[in-house]
């Protein structure tokens, strides 16, 4: 345990440790993240980053005004680092930066110190306990799943809320870390449960998204007026966050992807992968998710739609009102 955590644990603080700190993948959502992990740092502190993408490396050095350094693979990073974040896209992005016996994590010497490893990733949950397996395995520290939600804005915004998955004691080491970078910190239950009650969120989200876009697109063909629709709508028992802060029609709602033609936020293929995953869910419980075929179906159609590629999830509004 680091000298400054394990004092204020034993004052029964909850703040933040002053530490060597890591973050991995400064995407969409972690590139605003770590920016606010770094401007709430504890003095004493650093910050490590480790990015593939040479640009964005770039951009996030220029930005940070010098105050962060850089680290040529994943396992420089634990070699550096006390307290180790990543966001990632994928299961298997997550396993290779872990995992590799070269570059990964993993790879480091144990060094005589425990890190902490928390993966804010939203992944399959199967991968996930393997990658903290391998963690208990190597010796190195403790391993958490921490997924988030709120998208871009709410990364930007520091709101994002995180659902953790692990024991206790490790939850309530990880809380003050997160919540630099958001506003609501949930301890969902054991290891995996935080990817869960992600995927289960996503899952609804994606029923609201879908729902939204067929209420707007079938009240612009009815000769309604969007803004007048989505006003009753967000007034009454229909509203849901997609109606209200994403709603997928341009000029409703202030930030919503639809007022950038859907460029940035979550990527629809992404979206497609985490309501596979909440499906599968269903299927190792035995559950009835009779709307599941259709909201599968739609999303996974139109990630493959020239319009929606690589655009926001969202986007799928372009797909069901067949429009530009």
Partial sequence: MIASEEMASQN????????AYGFI?????????????????????TLTVCEIVKDTLDKFITESEGRVKVAASPKDITEQCDIIITMLPLGKHVKEVFCNETTGLLSAEKAGRERLFIDCSTIDVPTSLEVEKAVDSSGLGRFA??????????????TLTFMAGGPDDLLDRIKPIVMTMGATFFNCGGPGAGLMTKQIN????????????EAMNLGIRCGLDPKTLAGVINASTGRSYNSIDQ????????NSSANRDFEGGFDISLCVGVLRMAVGLGKQTGTNLPLSEGLVGTY???????RCIGKDCRSVYKFVADIE
């Fill in 12 to 19: 029964g603080d909850t703040k933040m440790p002053a530490a």
């Fill in 300 to 306: 996974e159609a139109a990630s493959q739609d020239k």
């Fill in 145 to 158: 799943g921490v997924p988030v939600s709120g998208g871009p804005t709410g990364a930007k915004a520091a």
């Fill in 25 to 45: 993948g400064l995407g969409n959502m972690g590139f605003p993240m770590g920016q606010n992990l770094l401007s709430k740092l504890p003095a004493g502190s």
């Fill in 202 to 213: 996503n899952y609804l989200s994606g029923i609201c998204m879908l729902g939204t876009a």
């Fill in 247 to 254: 709603n997928p029609v341009k000029g409703i709602s202030p």
